[in-house]
Structure formats: structure tokens, C-alpha cells
């Protein structure tokens, strides 16, 4: 089951941060958040994951809230290939499914 | 990261015919597969978790007698669309987990269009 809650849609202009926010408010304790993104017709992309601490890979920085109810992806540096739908996606520790919810259509503007 | 691959990638089929969509895991064991079917402009909506060697578990409303799946090695799951209709339309997508169980590795998504 979906347990998070993104905007539909943003927009954000080339070479400036995109800053894409999920509210899981119904998190526990051994839930991880993972971020993936879909373009157009292809397979979803693995982006980041993490438990409560902040994270930061060459794709992205997950920054998740102290309460941990509510996290925001940032891609530091949009570029048009960018443009696709992301995904927030809470998923047990022990678990095995990732349940995908509505996402956010991100989209860069040039 | 790890590699999965789906083919093929679009298919077209006649309603009535069966369809058969392979997923493999390329350059590691997946002991454990996913398929999701998209329709245009929605989510992923997970039909089904696939065990190596062992029966498939499908989610609420989806027909397994109409979704067959078989995994019958580490490497290959096969998503069979039984006596297909046009409302079997969509996008099918495969992903695979790896030992470790931390990231789910998608493929490209096939393509099945049901005439």
C-alpha cells in the first residue's frame, strides 16, 4: 500500500535545484524511504534510499525531517533529462515489494 | 548497478492468443521478482511477487490464472498473459531485487498491445 503523499506536478528551471517533497506521515520505525524515477516509457531508476539520516549519492541528497514524517529529494542541478516522474516510495526493512504511489512529473524547463 | 532485461520490449498480439514476457537478471541471482503493469498516465500497479522455485504470490484482483508466472531459475521470470483481451493493453514491467535487498533494479517495460 502507497503510504506517501508527493505533489502531482512541478516545474523547475534548468541548471537550478529541484527540490521534490513526500510526506509519509505514517512511517514507523523500521520503514526506509527510497526515491525512484520513471522516464517516459522506460523502466523506473533506482535514485536513493535512506532510514533517518540524511544521504547524498551522485544522482541526489535525501534529506529526511527529525520526526522522519516527511522527507524532500533535491537534484542539485536540473537538466532536461531530469524530466520525469519520481516516486517516493516507503518500504520495510525486511520487506520486499515497492509499492509505488502517484509520484510527482517533474519538469525541466530550459 | 545491476541489469534486468525484459523482452520483448513491445509486442502485439491477436485477443484470444497467449503472450509471453520474459524478465532476466543479467549480471546477478535475483532470488525474488516483481511484475507491475502501468496503464497511460497512472502508477505502477504491482501484480504479483515472484519466488525462485516456488509459487508466485499476486496481489488482491489480479487473476492468476490469467497472469501466469513462472521463475523457474534465478536468473528468469516469465509473465504469461493468458487468452489476452484488449483491456490487457498496458505497459508490463519487471524488476528483481538482489542479495543484499536494499534497491529493486527495474527492466525496460514491454510493451503489449492487444488487437
Known amino acids: 500500500d502507497a503510504k506517501t503523499t508527493q505533489p502531482p506536478s512541478m516545474d523547475c528551471a534548468e541548471g537550478r535545484a529541484a527540490n521534490l517533497p513526500c510526506n509519509h506521515s505514517?512511517?514507523?520505525?523500521?520503514?526506509?524511504v527510497y526515491w525512484y524515477r520513471q522516464i517516459h516509457s522506460q523502466g523506473p531508476q533506482y535514485i536513493i534510499h535512506?532510514?533517518?539520516n540524511n544521504e547524498t549519492n551522485e544522482m541526489a541528497s535525501l534529506i529526511i525531517t527529525e520526526d522522519r514524517k516527511s522527507s524532500t529529494l533535491i537534484l542539485p542541478h536540473a537538466t532536461l533529462r531530469d524530466t520525469a516522474v519520481y516516486y517516493c516510495?516507503?518500504?520495510?526493512?525486511?520487506?520486499?515489494?515497492?509499492?509505488f504511489g502517484t509520484g510527482t512529473s517533474l519538469t525541466v524547463i530550459p | 548497478g545491476a541489469v534486468v532485461s525484459q523482452h520483448p520490449s513491445w509486442v502485439i498480439c491477436k485477443s484470444g492468443t497467449s503472450v509471453k514476457i520474459e524478465c532476466r537478471s543479467l549480471?546477478?541471482?535475483?532470488?525474488?521478482m516483481f511484475w507491475y503493469r502501468q496503464f497511460p498516465k497512472q502508477s505502477l500497479m504491482l501484480m504479483a511477487t515472484?519466488?525462485?522455485?516456488?509459487?508466485?504470490?499476486?496481489e488482491q484482483g489480479v487473476e492468476k490464472d490469467k497472469f501466469l508466472i513462472n521463475h523457474a531459475s534465478l536468473t528468469l521470470s516469465t509473465l504469461t498473459v493468458t487468452s489476452a483481451h484488449p483491456e490487457d493493453s498496458s505497459f508490463y514491467i519487471c524488476?528483481?531485487?538482489?542479495?543484499?535487498?536494499?534497491?529493486?533494479?527495474f527492466g525496460q517495460g514491454t510493451r503489449l498491445t492487444v488487437v
Open positions: 524488476s528483481a531485487i538482489t542479495g543484499s535487498n536494499t534497491e529493486a533494479f
Open positions: 505514517t512511517i514507523s520505525g523500521n520503514e526506509y
Open positions: 535512506g532510514l533517518k
Open positions: 516510495i516507503v518500504r520495510k526493512i525486511s520487506g520486499n515489494q515497492f509499492y
Open positions: 549480471d546477478f541471482q535475483a532470488t525474488t
Open positions: 515472484s519466488n525462485e522455485g516456488s509459487k508466485a504470490t499476486y
